[in-house]
């Protein structure tokens, strides 16, 4: 808790009384050590999730690095509890994938056809991610990622916001921390941004930190590069 407690955005949160996430998708994002990761592990953590991910069946430990934050949040539910959830944690989830073998080798129902029937380990690192979100994810479930843009291309992510889109019309709440412009531009979903200070306030998508400095970046790539470059 050392650590997590002296991040600004989690004083922030006890400054404020909490953090409302919406019915749908919501999208955290702001600079690296800011503090997304953290909320979002600690979420899932009070959740019920396994801090490596997984599903809340998921108890593996490969390494504990995790904050007690998770142990010291308090969540209120709506009218309905999840019936269903999944942490994806970018990082990880070659150890969830070993856990997901593990797990079919016992006996009982098979595991693998959740999961597309494949072993994530059979996959690229991006199509297991695609199977986990198209095959795993179900209606009316509670799905935490953390940057899942990093194992995935362009197109990717624009079949992700797709999924993640009919999830939400399904019944699903899903939070995400990305530094995606493409996975941002999800319609009807809330963005807030962590500032570097710690507030964390809802911006609209063409405000949000990914989509500015990706726009120009894009516009005028010369300008950053000559920045970047200038003592080479």
Known sequence: MAVAAVLPAVKHLDRSGGLRLDPGVTFL???NGTGKSTLIEALAVAAGFNPEGG???FRFATRATES????QLILTWGVAKPRTGFFLRAESYYNVASEIERLDREPGPPLLPAYGGVSPHERSHGESFLDLVTQRFGPRGLYILDEPEAALSVRGCLAVMARLAELAEQGSQIVVATHSPVLLALPGATIYEIAETGEIVPVPYKQALPVRL???F????ERYL???LADE
Request: hydrophobic share 30%; net charge negative; no cysteine.
């Open 29 to 31: 994002v702001g600079e």
């Open 55 to 57: 599903s809340q069946h």
């Open 68 to 71: 007690s934050l998770g142990d």
């Open 214 to 216: 990706t726009r120009d």
């Open 218 to 221: 894009l516009a005028a790539p």
């Open 226 to 228: 000559r920045h970047l």
